[in-house]
């Protein structure tokens, strides 16, 4: 049972905006009306006329912040406009009615041009980035593609597009913050809190021990919270100049402009291979979008540079740079668009040589990691191929499309790969033992719904050997020992490594005879750093039936099957969660989630849980997701990989295989509709 | 009536929990704000205030309802049931029971109101009120998955829990039939 259950179904478990805070005063968020461009006037004087309204922000009146790198929380320090939907004022007032109203009727002016907003193949602006999120080269390449491909007996070349994608936490970003003493109390929505309190002491020009972020329940995140936003900043200015503590939360109108949002991309990929479907060339080439306020490039092609076997082969990424909101992390960002991409042409290459998608990926099976020549620390795609396909009945699958048809209904089924990288960050924890034999850790991890709390009470029980129920897990605290933030699938990987090693040596402690109350600390940066070189990733299999209504177009998923190898499964419970939460995601991906650029006046148009649709229940029928057991001893004391992200890697591909079956159609557009089945069946 | 500076109050007594209140409530504010921002109860959670989401579902004279959209002020002399009100003291309900067993939650910010949902849904199939995909006839709906989905989908879940969600309500309902 997870170990704060209790609290989320009575309703106690608090989140960010939840605090009881005596005299706060409620802010509320103005968006750009246009841009890009800039604030000719604020009408301020009118709105501070109202009774109950104490301020109005804006950059006429700001505090100056220290610039960071990301410059989308540089909250009203010039009169600048990137994009239309940025955040130019706020308002402050007693109640959160009169703040809402009061922003309402602030009027702001002005002085605009056209937006660009379009992202096209063809753009003459489009450029290569210096690298990739986090870290990784913008182009890669060996052999000669090119050549290679031309002189393949089997060749795809497919343009695969994925549409902006909206994370869409269920709870909005939202920041509590109250100064006292000359230090900032933030109750704050967000994936790390560590991560938090480093920006703003830089923002706010203040000594990291003076901010204190406090977030132990999260609902949800999905990347959009893994950096600060600009709630937590304009939460915190509010509370200075008004001097009261300040709630504020964006609404789920604002989110869609400002609290981040996957890319749309636009992805060239080519495929040669001998008669037999073995590869000889894989191109990859993207094409995405970023803002003018900062850089953020999505690193779509990386799971191609270590998926397959092919002596030629070339990854490219290049962005526009267009006035839109900043794209950022959506879960598993790179891995998510580029395995739709990459897996679909699989699909397609299998068709085009006769040969069965599974026997296709398993025959292009790699010894080493292609580009880098490494050693897998583990690699169990093939198992999970298999595994899936025995589970799923694959291997009565006649493979000829469109030929299976019930009434007014056709079926058909798809396979995909999956893998998302064994990330590992360096962290801190404590363990302390009580003279009543019970346990505390502490550590400032985030349990954003992961399930992390209880996952580490595991670990810690483990390494001090004794039973889970003497353990207390502490996180979602700045004040606690250092952390990475819940991301990149590396956040029970990293804290479960620190927590590990501090549990074993309070256990050694008190082995050795030390008498309780006794402390043991751990940092697991120099053991990091020793790691041997490997290429560690987990993979996974993902099998989908659709059935497509011939009238409607109308595409349902009766069955979603995955089957992961994530290295050690430490709380099978969530863990399928997760990994079920991660289908149900990538099932949204392929049917329905797509987020609509206004071309004429910028922002996103169906910004609203009406208009941009996520799964809802009766979307949803049967998905199940298991796991092969994998003893990896170069990961962490441990042995687990990420679990998080993986789940939505390669589910919408999948779909789109399994449509591909059913009715013959190849729709390479994300998402998936009525409307496109129609139109070609 | 107006208290002069412009914002028009009224006085409303709502029972929320089993306990009486007399309120002087804001004319503009939901039951939502009202719950959450002058009652300290935060159960009932703030998804999207638009009654897309489904985070904020209460019990409203026992039938579900969206906190978000309805108005404090049209509530006078009406009965609230929160999600911290679902609970006999220290015993959870069958179906927050349920939805720990079945690890129906990840985040746990939508639980509150599939919480709240359940419950209400529960009774209305007890009382024999069709869905969209019962089937035409007689007698009460049985309560199978494809009722359990289609009357649940008015409560978003984005970590996805939905699969554990049914598995919850189908534990819980069948507790309930027996």
């Known amino acids: 049972m997870r170990v704060e259950g209790r609290e989320k179904v009575t309703g106690t478990a608090r989140y960010a905006y939840e605090y009881p805070v005596a005299g706060a005063a409620y802010a509320f968020a103005v968006q750009a009306a246009a841009g890009p461009g800039r604030v000719t006037a604020v009408h301020d004087e009118e709105v501070l006329a109202l009774p109950g309204v104490i301020a109005v922000l804006s950059h006429r009146n700001a505090p100056a912040l220290k610039p960071v790198e990301d410059g989308e929380l540089a909250l009203f320090q010039s009169d600048e406009v990137a994009y239309r939907g940025q955040v130019v004022a706020a308002v402050v007032a007693e109640t959160l009615d009169t703040a809402r109203e009061a922003a309402r009727l602030l009027r702001v002016d002005y002085d605009d041009r056209p937006p660009k907003v379009r992202l096209s193949p063809g753009d003459p602006g489009l450029y290569k980035p210096e690298e990739v999120n986090p870290s990784f080269p913008a182009d890669t390449g060996q052999g000669d593609p090119d050549e290679a491909f031309g002189a393949s007996a089997v060749r795809i070349d497919a343009t695969y597009t994925t549409p902006a994608e909206h994370n869409n936490p269920m709870e909005p970003h939202a920041t509590i913050a109250e100064w006292r003493d000359g230090g900032l109390t933030l109750h704050d929505s967000n994936q790390g809190a560590s991560t938090v309190a480093a920006t703003l002491a830089e923002l706010f020009d203040l000594e990291p021990a003076q901010v204190r972020v406090v977030a132990p329940h999260v609902g949800g995140g999905f990347g959009s919270k893994g950096t600060p936003r600009p709630n937590v900043v304009l939460a915190a200015m509010a509370a200075r100049v008004t001097g009261r503590p300040v709630k504020f939360a964006f609404t789920?109108?604002?989110?869609?402009?400002?609290?981040?949002?996957?890319?749309?991309?636009?992805?060239?990929?080519?495929?040669?291979?001998?008669?037999?479907?073995?590869?000889?060339?894989?191109?990859?080439?993207?094409?995405?979008?970023?803002?003018?306020?900062?850089?953020?490039?999505?690193?779509?092609?990386?799971?191609?540079?270590?998926?397959?076997?092919?002596?030629?082969?070339?990854?490219?990424?290049?962005?526009?740079?267009?006035?839109?909101?900043?794209?950022?992390?959506?879960?598993?960002?790179?891995?998510?668009?580029?395995?739709?991409?990459?897996?679909?042409?699989?699909?397609?290459?299998?068709?085009?040589?006769?040969?069965?998608?599974?026997?296709?990926?398993?025959?292009?099976?790699?010894?080493?990691?292609?580009?880098?020549?490494?050693?897998?620390?583990?690699?169990?795609?093939?198992?999970?191929?298999?595994?899936?396909?025995?589970?799923?009945?694959?291997?009565?699958?006649?493979?000829?499309?469109?030929?299976?048809?019930?009434?007014?209904?056709?079926?058909?089924?798809?396979?995909?790969?999956?893998?998302?990288?064994?990330?590992?960050?360096?962290?801190?924890?404590?363990?302390?033992?009580?003279?009543?034999?019970?346990?505390?850790?502490?550590?400032?991890?985030?349990?954003?719904?992961?399930?992390?709390?209880?996952?580490?009470?595991?670990?810690?029980?483990?390494?001090?050997?004794?039973?889970?129920?003497?353990?207390?897990?502490?996180?979602?605290?700045?004040?606690?020992?250092?952390?990475?933030?819940?991301?990149?699938?590396?956040?029970?990987?990293?804290?479960?490594?620190?927590?590990?090693?501090?549990?074993?040596?309070?256990?050694?402690?008190?082995?050795?005879?030390?008498?309780?109350?006794?402390?043991?600390?751990?940092?697991?940066?120099?053991?990091?750093?020793?790691?041997?070189?490997?290429?560690?990733?987990?993979?996974?299999?993902?099998?989908?039936?659709?059935?497509?209504?011939?009238?409607?177009?109308?595409?349902?998923?009766?069955?979603?099957?995955?089957?992961?190898?994530?290295?050690?499964?430490?709380?099978?419970?969530?863990?399928?969660?997760?990994?079920?939460?991660?289908?149900?995601?990538?099932?949204?991906?392929?049917?329905?989630?797509?987020?609509?650029?206004?071309?004429?006046?910028?922002?996103?148009?169906?910004?609203?849980?009406?208009?941009?649709?996520?799964?809802?229940?009766?979307?949803?029928?049967?998905?199940?997701?298991?796991?092969?057991?994998e003893s990896d001893p170069h990961l962490n004391p441990m042995g687990t990989k990420g679990i998080g992200e993986i789940g939505i890697v390669g589910a919408a591909a999948a779909v789109a295989n399994a449509l591909h079956h059913a009715t013959g159609l190849r729709l390479r557009d994300l998402p998936l509709t009525p409307a496109a089945v129609l139109t070609n069946l | 009536m107006d208290s002069g500076d412009g914002v028009v109050h009224a006085e409303i007594t709502v029972t929320v929990n089993g306990a009486a209140r007399r309120l002087r409530v804001d004319t503009r504010v939901s039951l939502l704000d009202l719950l959450r921002e002058e009652l300290g109860l935060t159960g009932a959670k703030k998804g999207c205030d638009h009654g897309q989401c489904g985070a904020c579902t209460v019990l409203l004279d026992g039938r579900r309802a969206n906190a978000c959209l309805a108005l404090a002020v049209a509530q006078d002399g009406a009965e609230v049931v929160t999600v911290e009100g679902l609970a006999g003291g220290d015993r959870l309900s069958p179906l927050q029971q349920a939805f720990l067993d079945e690890d129906a939650f990840q985040c746990g910010y939508c639980t509150p109101g599939q919480l709240c949902s359940a419950t209400g849904m529960l009774d209305e199939a007890a009382r024999g009120r069709p869905s969209a995909v019962t089937p035409p006839g007689d007698g009460p709906p049985e309560l199978d998955d494809a009722e359990i989905r289609e009357r649940m989908s008015g409560n978003l879940c984005r970590c996805g829990a939905y699969v554990n969600i049914v598995a919850a309500v189908r534990a819980a309902a069948g507790e309930a039939a027996r």
């Open chain 1, 252 to 629: 789920r109108q604002q989110m869609f402009a400002t609290t981040g949002y996957r890319t749309p991309t636009i992805q060239r990929v080519r495929l040669g291979a001998d008669a037999d479907g073995t590869l000889t060339t894989i191109v990859h080439e993207v094409v995405e979008q970023t803002s003018t306020v900062r850089e953020f490039a999505e690193q779509a092609a990386t799971p191609t540079r270590m998926m397959y076997r092919a002596p030629h082969r070339r990854t490219a990424h290049r962005l526009a740079r267009l006035d839109v909101p900043t794209p950022s992390w959506m879960r598993a960002p790179g891995e998510t668009p580029g395995m739709f991409a990459l897996e679909c042409a699989m699909d397609e290459l299998a068709f085009a040589a006769g040969v069965d998608p599974i026997e296709l990926r398993v025959r292009n099976e790699p010894d080493t990691e292609p580009e880098s020549g490494l050693p897998f620390s583990s690699r169990n795609l093939v198992a999970c191929l298999r595994r899936g396909a025995e589970l799923f009945g694959w291997d009565d699958r006649d493979p000829a499309p469109s030929v299976r048809r019930r009434g007014r209904k056709m079926y058909g089924t798809g396979v995909a790969s999956a893998t998302y990288p064994a990330n590992l960050s360096p962290s801190k924890a404590t363990a302390a033992a009580a003279p009543d034999g019970t346990f505390t850790v502490r550590i400032a991890a985030a349990d954003i719904g992961t399930g992390a709390r209880t996952a580490l009470t595991a670990i810690a029980a483990e390494a001090l050997k004794t039973d889970a129920s003497r353990v207390t897990v502490e996180i979602g605290d700045s004040a606690l020992p250092k952390a990475p933030l819940a991301g990149g699938s590396m956040g029970t990987a990293s804290w479960g490594f620190a927590v590990t090693r501090a549990c074993e040596a309070l256990r050694a402690d008190l082995d050795g005879g030390a008498s309780p109350p006794v402390e043991a600390s751990a940092d697991t940066t120099e053991e990091v750093k020793a790691r041997g070189d490997y290429a560690r990733h987990a993979f996974g299999a993902q099998f989908a039936e659709v059935e497509v209504d011939v009238d409607t177009g109308e595409i349902r998923v009766p069955r979603m099957l995955g089957v992961f190898a994530a290295g050690r499964i430490v709380d099978p419970q969530r863990a399928r969660s997760q990994f079920i939460g991660g289908m149900t995601m990538g099932l949204g991906m392929a049917l329905m989630e797509e987020s609509t650029m206004d071309e004429r006046f910028g922002d996103y148009v169906n910004h609203d849980l009406a208009q941009y649709h996520v799964p809802a229940c009766a979307d949803v029928r049967d998905i199940d997701a298991v796991w092969i057991e």
